[in-house]
């Protein structure tokens, strides 16, 4: 018993000491590891971004001096990582995607789980950026509590920074709950696009007077019950201009010129990834035309393999002669 076991012993400490090192087998490893012939390739982890995270004090320092705050929509990782890389200093998963990308009616539809699917992909691929989660309509106008519930989720869900909803006035008392739970709130006034029945459509707010009013009141009571920061949509500029210089906190404005603190766009809009045709609201401005490079693209892939171009030699995996041979000889006459 004893014999056996000095040699278990003594045969384990041979293995040790020819066993390569560690530090010898990595880059075989590694090798193995960068040799993928899967038809799925992933797009990996963003690589690290050389900014500073954009954070609440970060916005502020920008907003104290003045510096316009760049903020664009993303829905999934590709749109993320691009707006990251770009160097938007924030960037947020608006219920917008129920329309651009899920192809709904409008904003009312997308639900609280679609959403935080979506946050989840984005806050993957941003690495910079201060990221913001919009809640869907119905998630949070029932009571404060649903509403921390909700932004909760999206914290820990979700995997953003920041929620935004829509309201005004009626809405303090909310953005107070959610605000002392610790979450920033991003406001939303003007027009609000969950509430466009209401409103008899997306239309222009604070066009008189009254209106005109309303957007500041709506503006301040959202600023004191603790937004960061607000969104003024669909305003004409000289009453956002007039908003924001009343605010101690940055507006950010769309359809509301540029006297606010920063702007934001969807992206889909302003890369121009859609069809000839679709109705673009006036303030969108198009800096690009996806749609026309992506069909170019796939129109010549289509072209190609009708053609039998495509694929390629280059695009093909090699056998050795000597095994195709075989191969062939193998399967003859069967």
Known sequence: ??????????????????????????????AAQHVRHSSHS?????????????????????????EPITMITAHDFPSAHVADAAGMDMI???DSLAMVALGM???????????????????????????VGDLPMGSYEIAPAQAVETAIRFIKEGRVQSIKLEGGKEMAPTIERITSAGIPVLGHVGLNPQRQNALGGF??????????????????????????????????????????????IPTIGIGAGNGCSGQVLV?????????????????????????????????????????????????????PQQELEAFAASVKGT
């Not at 056996?4 to 590694?30: D, E, N």
């Not at 500073?52 to 003045?66: A, F």
Request: with cysteine; aromatic share 8%; glycine share 6%.
């Open 203 to 248: 239309r222009v707010q604070g066009k008189t007077f009254a209106g005109a009013k309303k957007v500041l009141e709506d503006a301040l009571a959202v600023q004191e019950a603790g937004c960061f920061a607000v969104v003024l949509e669909a305003v004409p500029a000289e009453v956002a201009a007039i908003v924001t210089e009343k605010l101690s």
């Open 1 to 30: 018993m004893y014999l056996a076991s000095t040699v278990a012993r003594s045969c384990a400490s041979l293995a040790r000491s020819t066993r390569p090192p560690a530090a010898m087998l990595r880059p075989v490893f590694l």
């Open 42 to 66: 992933p797009m990996g982890t963003p690589p690290v971004n050389p900014r500073k995270k954009v954070t609440i004090g970060t916005l502020r320092s920008m907003h104290k001096r003045g």
């Open 105 to 131: 009616e409008d904003t009312s539809e997308v639900l609280v789980e679609e959403m935080l699917l979506h946050c989840r992909s984005v806050a993957r691929a941003t690495k910079a950026a201060f990221t």
């Open 267 to 319: 992206q889909v809009d302003m890369t121009g990834n859609f069809p000839p045709g679709r109705f673009l609201p006036k303030f969108v401005k198009k800096y690009g035309d996806v749609w026309s490079e992506s069909l170019k693209a796939i129109e010549s892939y289509r072209d190609e393999v009708k053609s039998r171009q495509y694929p390629a030699p280059e695009h093909t995996y090699p056998i």
């Open 92 to 94: 947020l998963v608006g």
